[in-house]
């Protein structure tokens, strides 16, 4: 029989070998990146999620935090790194930050949606998830040039919600790594029409399902954080949640990737003699005609986010702004005795 010096030599060596998921990420350290509408309540799902009884702050550009749990007892504590993208889609810029080719492979994205503002639900979810997509892609490209295997089993994990025999597989186009898509504040959402409801829940099942999302809805109620913190926990701790389906447009809706299928979910909301006069190119495009033409968006006028967060009026504070005001007086003043003075100089010259 193995001495027990052999015996912890060889557990040593199998923590080696199965401990990590890449250069230097570790199994049980993942990544979850919060994007979403703002104000629409990421703050809040965090917080829930990591037991902190604290009220939530507006999101300041680009904020960080970090979660420790244990699958069981006396096991190892697992790090969560928790990442949160304030400001709607009005700091795009910095959602490459978190994202790297060291941290993707344990990587997911929860994109959070006001479900009670519905004509900025489209533009916001559209730009939040092209962005984040495009530079997941760059970085996967990136990864396959040092390491062609993890790039290539990254690929093919992206898969492993749908089952092969799928009728959808050839039809979908999976987000290339893990996407849940919560619609928040559906305490207001369900005192809408219910023809309303029923066309925003068929998209966010169209748009979750092509890819390869999870889609559920939330709010303040404590027993709809609670099943959100059960989602949220399985991205970031690994700790296994049981799958399960509500499609009832009269409830929350709440679907485990790869549940759902287009057959389903049915056509879009829109008379048969109309969809040929949409022009769509692609089933997303057509999805985003018949919701805008129900739902359009704002103006570009109205929807433009301010880029400056010192003057974004939520982090408004009244003698922190008036100084402010007072140093671009200043600064105003400086510039025009400056001019002055520089033409005074050519004159003389």
Excluded at 35 to 55: A, F, H, Q, V, Y
Excluded at 160 to 165: A, C, G, R, T, V
Excluded at 172 to 190: A, E, H, M, N, T
Excluded at 225 to 235: M, T, W
Aim: charged residues 30%; glycine residues 6%.
């Amino acid at each position: 029989s193995d001495t027990l010096w052999e015996i912890a030599k060889a557990e040593v060596e199998k923590k080696g070998s199965n401990g990590k998921e890449g250069d230097g990420v570790e199994i049980g350290e993942k990544s979850v990146f919060f994007i979403g509408s703002k104000n629409g309540g990421k703050t809040t799902i965090i917080l829930r999620c990591l037991d902190r009884d604290e009220p939530p702050r507006p999101t300041l550009a680009l904020e960080y935090t970090y979660g420790r749990r244990a699958k069981g007892h006396n096991t190892p504590k697992h790090i969560a790194h928790f990442w949160e993208l304030g400001g709607g889609t009005s700091l795009l810029d910095l959602i490459t930050i978190p994202i790297t080719s060291d941290t993707l492979r344990t990587f997911s994205v929860v994109l959070v949606l006001d479900l009670s503002k519905p004509n900025d639900l489209w533009p916001t979810m559209e730009s939040l998830l092209h962005v984040t997509k495009s530079h997941v892609d760059k970085v996967i490209m990136k990864l396959g040039k040092t390491n062609s295997k993890a790039a290539s089993e990254m690929r093919q994990k992206i898969w492993s919600n749908l089952q092969k025999d799928h009728p959808d597989r050839e039809l979908i186009d999976p987000f290339p790594i893990p996407l849940v898509i919560i619609g928040s504040k559906y305490d207001i959402f369900q005192d809408f029409d219910s023809e309303k409801r029923k066309i925003i829940c068929k998209t966010l099942r169209f748009v979750a399902h092509y890819y390869g999302a999870s889609l559920m809805f939330t709010s303040k109620s404590e027993a709809l954080l609670l099943k959100i913190r059960g989602v949220i926990n399985q991205l970031a701790f690994g700790i296994d949640k049981g799958k399960s389906m509500c499609v009832d447009q009269n409830k929350p809706l709440f679907i485990t990737a790869g549940l759902d299928s287009l057959s389903q979910i049915g056509s879009p909301p829109v008379p048969d003699n109309d969809i040929g006069k949409l022009n769509a190119h692609s089933p997303m495009e057509l999805w985003k005609k018949v919701y805008e033409k129900l739902f359009p968006p704002k103006s570009l006028h109205t929807l433009k986010d301010i880029k400056d967060p010192a003057r974004d009026p939520q982090y408004a504070e009244a003698e922190v702004d008036e100084m402010r005001i007072q140093k671009d007086q200043e600064l105003e003043q400086y510039k025009r005795s400056s001019a002055k003075s520089w033409k005074q100089i050519e004159f003389d010259s």
